[in-house]
């Protein structure tokens, strides 16, 4: 089965602070893709990251990094120095090689709340 | 270039009306997907378009729903008799291709569905 468990409900952090964002998937796949998203107060959902599963490479951009760990199956999402535009729901999603064509498996979501 | 457009922005029904949401997928993208964002259920796949591919609707959650998509373009989603568990934001994105599960799926702003 294809699950993806976001056990951080909501998380609160000051301004300043860094937070990570915690993203566990399953899959039987050798071939998947995750994703993050950020979905804003406005609603629109907006891509932020996508990762292959041959790709263990870490990545940063900006104050955005994320962390690929096949051995733990996870992707976690550390946002540092937080500033309260980061203030949104966060999706971690998964999606696979030839099944369901592609479409999103969505975790449960995170909120971030940044407090000035 | 212009994203992925969806209309209405809300529509608000009476129980076992018909209504009908439309999306405007990102020119040159084939691959179109329908979600419901609620409460209690978080983001759920419905459908999903590929090119003149007959549709993948695995997603859809009874034969009230159902989804076209004219000339490889623009897609309506129809829900007929609505009940009030309807009410939903729906979701509709798309992608350049879907077959192969890597390609990043661009969202639309949804369409906030409230059923009275």
């Known amino acids: 089965a294809q699950k993806v468990t976001q056990a951080q409900t909501e998380i609160s952090v000051v301004e300043k602070e860094d937070v990570t964002l915690d993203c566990v998937y399953e899959t039987r796949d050798t071939t998947y893709y995750l994703f993050w998203y950020k979905q804003p107060p406005s609603g629109e959902l907006v891509f932020l990251i996508r990762r292959n599963s041959f790709d263990e490479q870490n990545e940063i951009s900006g104050r955005y990094s994320w962390n690929f760990q096949k051995s733990t199956s996870s992707f976690n999402f550390t946002i540092t120095a937080s500033q309260v535009v980061d203030s949104a729901v966060y999706f971690c999603a998964l999606s696979f090689y030839g099944g369901s064509q592609g479409n999103l498996i969505f975790g449960k979501g995170t909120k971030l709340s940044v407090k000035p | 270039g212009a994203g992925v457009s969806q209309s209405p922005s809300n529509k608000v029904t009476e129980k076992g009306k018909d209504v009908e949401l439309r999306c405007d997928p990102i020119?040159?993208?084939?691959?179109l997907y329908w979600y419901r964002q609620s409460l209690g259920q978080g983001l759920e796949f419905l459908i999903y378009?590929?090119?003149?591919?007959?549709?993948?609707k695995s997603g859809l959650p009874s034969d009230r729903f159902s989804a076209e998509r004219t000339g490889g373009s623009v897609s309506t989603l129809t829900i007929q008799r609505t009940q009030q568990e309807d009410s939903a934001v729906y979701l509709c994105?798309?992608?350049?291709?879907?077959?192969?599960?890597?390609?990043?799926?661009?969202f639309g702003p949804g369409t906030r569905l409230l059923v009275l």
């Open positions: 378009f590929q090119g003149n591919s007959a549709p993948d």
């Open positions: 020119s040159g993208h084939t691959a």
């Open positions: 994105a798309s992608s350049l291709s879907g077959t192969t599960g890597k390609e990043t799926q661009y």
